[in-house]
């Protein structure tokens, strides 16, 4: 039997909608509108793609976008002293400083430097301590997706032994952390698999939900998956251009294989890469609501 499809795309689409009605009550009854900075310095292509994104979902969902495109000699002082203004605008409730940032440019510092209450990437110290601890705060926007994903396409995580290969700080890490809290959504035993696991498919194949996120593509076969497991792939790799210039893309799974195998799966495209955008946006409607004490 072929996989279920959890679709990030129609997820994405659901939460916009709850999103839009949220902003508009916010603003009929409370007469507030959340706003997000978003802070590019440089002309990256691929950063100018991603900001552009942010600021037409900011414009679909009814939240005020205010964009800082700042030229690539930018110094960090100058930047530091937006963020200083950014923190104390009440019409900013979220900020955002794409990276990567021009090598001149301590990106540690410039994360220091932003409240954890506008904090709505989850990246800041305080926000990954209040994470781990379980305390109300922003998630990383990513893993926050891959747990909306598992709620919303009906995978049970109570109980569920979890797989996740890869650590780093933007998606294993938290992920793992996220899935371990005694809440709803969450509550699963967690293995984390890297680079110095010995036997990686020893732990796959035991996963009840098995979500890749090691930047290889197709690493996840379908000799590594448990038969009726969930998978969630993570991965966003170019594997090649069309004629016409588009890009290839492959996840982390072998899809095609592994979608033979598994109980559910999400695709790439189409699956985790829309949830990231979206789960900004509600971090910044619910600094909105923190910031005006409605929550």
Known sequence: MTARIISGTETARQIREELIKEVANLKANHNIVPGLATVIVGDDPASQTYVG??????QALGIYSANYPLPAGTSEEELLKLIADLNTDPAINGI????????????????????PDKDVDGFHPVSVGRMVIGQPGFLPCTPHG?????????????????VIVGRSNIVGKPVAN??????????????V????????AAHT????????????????????????????????????????????????????????????????????????????????????KLAHELI
């Open 205 to 288: 194949r035991r996963a009840d939900i098995l979500i890749a996120a090691i930047g290889k593509p197709k690493f996840i076969t379908a000799d590594m998956v448990k038969p009726g497991a969930a998978v969630i792939d993570v991965g966003t790799n170019e594997i090649g251009r069309t004629p016409e210039g588009k890009r290839i893309l492959s996840g982390d799974v072998d899809f095609d294989n592994v979608k033979e195998v598994a109980g559910v799966i999400t695709p790439v495209p189409g699956g985790v890469g829309p949830m990231t955008i979206v789960m900004l946006m509600a971090n910044t409607v619910r600094a909105a």
């Open 146 to 162: 891959i747990q909306e994903l598992l709620i919303r396409g009906g995978v049970e995580t109570s109980g569920a032994e979890v």
């Open 193 to 200: 698999c890297h680079s110095a696991t010995r036997d990686i």
């Open 53 to 58: 994104a942010k600021i037409k979902a900011c």
């Open 178 to 191: 996220i899935l371990l809290q005694k809440a709803p959504g969450a509550n699963a035993t967690v293995t």
């Open 96 to 115: 955002l400083v794409q990276v990567p940032l021009p090598d001149h440019i301590d990106e540690n510092r410039i994360l220091l430097a932003i409240s």
